[in-house]
């Protein structure tokens, strides 16, 4: 009750001040802590919230102020983080085109224009931000670009450069591996893949990839990295159709019967293509 009280008190107290010549300032300090609960409330939907809760959220403070950026680009990020790359371009476009717009903006504006296939325009936006610029997204995209255009060595050179700005480089190497192995480079690329796995044992797509770097070099025994049940399986049903893509097929029917046996529960692909060989073999 006393806490209440205070409340009270208080509450009496600013609308006095407001009453008071001086109650200008308690209007200013209001207005600072609504300035910090809706930076607080932005940060929360561009991180935890449903994206398309916070692509509602902004799209309406944006309508209701059009000339805040902070909104313009809160409304572009969810967007992508909702899966609507092709929405948030023209938001993006309207973000760097503005006095306000920075670097960082462009690069993200190139990253939703990689999203959508527009790799011609990605380079045009990420050729425009001055070197000094150095970060891991910025040189991560012209790694991608770079391998869009062929361009291995520029390509190897900003992945590394990636790699070394980032604390978390398992994505990336991840990435370099996979344009190693469309080169046809498999072991490099099986190198990148177990780099990218001690990063992050749980990144499934590398180990995967790891997979199908050592089938293409007929290097068919499954490698010891940190895996469930269900993974070895999905592991070893990858290397059997890579064995079979090769024609080992003797060994991509075994490496079949391996998967089926090693999962926890029925695995219909693997068991769909062992009939298929027996069905081809008979």
């Known amino acids: ?32 802590v609504n300035v910090i609960d809706e930076s607080n409330l932005n940060d929360i939907m561009l991180t935890v919230a449903d994206p398309e809760e916070a692509v509602t959220y902004f799209q309406r403070a944006s309508s209701q102020e059009p000339d ?17 790359a092709a929405r948030s371009v023209p938001v993006w476009r309207e973000i760097v085109g503005s006095p306000e717009g920075t670097n960082e903006d462009r690069v993200d504006y190139a990253s939703a224009l990689v999203r959508t296939g527009d790799w011609a325009s990605a380079e045009t936006e990420l050729n425009q931000i001055p070197p000094t610029h150095e970060t891991y997204e910025r040189y991560r995209l012209e790694a991608m670009v770079a391998d869009s255009n062929r361009d291995w060595d520029k390509a190897d050179s900003f992945y590394e450069t990636a790699s070394e700005l980032t604390l978390r480089p398992a994505g990336v190497l991840n ?33 995967n990839n790891l997979v199908l770097a050592r089938g293409a070099q007929r290097n068919y025994r499954i490698p010891s990295v940190p895996a469930s049940q269900t993974e070895r399986a999905q592991l070893t049903y990858t290397m059997a159709l890579s064995a079979i893509k090769q024609g080992d097929v003797s060994t991509g029917r075994t490496l079949l019967q391996e998967a089926i046996d090693t999962h926890p529960q029925h695995f219909d692909a693997a068991v769909r293509a062992l009939r298929t060989l027996e069905s081809e073999r008979g």
């Open 1 to 32: 009750m006393r806490h209440a009280l205070i409340v009270v008190a208080c509450a009496a107290s600013a609308l006095s001040a407001c009453q008071q010549p001086g109650g200008g300032d308690v209007s200013r300090s209001m207005d600072s």
């Open 68 to 84: 805040r950026i902070d909104f313009k680009r809160g409304l572009a990020t969810s967007l992508v983080r909702a899966g609507q």
């Open 175 to 207: 990435n370099w591996g996979y344009s190693k192995l469309t080169r046809g480079d498999f072991r490099e690329a099986e190198q990148l893949f177990v780099q990218a796995i001690e990063y992050d044992s749980s990144l499934f797509t590398a180990k």
